[in-house]
C-alpha cells in the first residue's frame, strides 16, 4: 500500500510553506493540489508572490517565474 499521501502546497511541517516531495518516504504519493485548494494552474497565475516564493525555494531559481502555468 501507500504510506501517504502528500499536498505539496499544505505541508505537514509548520515550518514549511511547501512540502519538499524529494524528502517525502518511499511509496507517498506527491500532488500538487487537492479538493480543498485551487488548481495548480489558478493557483500559479493568481497568486504572484507565493508563485515567486515557491519558484525560488523549491526550484532553486533566481529567475523570475514564468506569468502562465501552461
Known amino acids: 500500500g ?23 518516504s518511499y511509496m507517498t504519493v506527491c500532488a500538487p493540489s487537492c479538493h480543498d485548494c485551487s488548481t495548480l494552474r489558478a493557483w500559479w497565475e493568481e497568486d504572484e508572490e507565493r508563485r515567486q516564493r515557491f519558484f ?5 531559481s533566481d529567475e523570475l517565474p514564468p506569468d502562465q502555468c501552461v
Open 56 to 60: 525560488k525555494n523549491v526550484m532553486e
Open 2 to 24: 501507500l504510506v501517504g499521501l502528500r499536498i505539496q502546497r499544505m505541508p505537514n511541517e509548520s515550518d514549511l510553506e511547501f512540502g519538499i516531495p524529494s524528502q517525502y
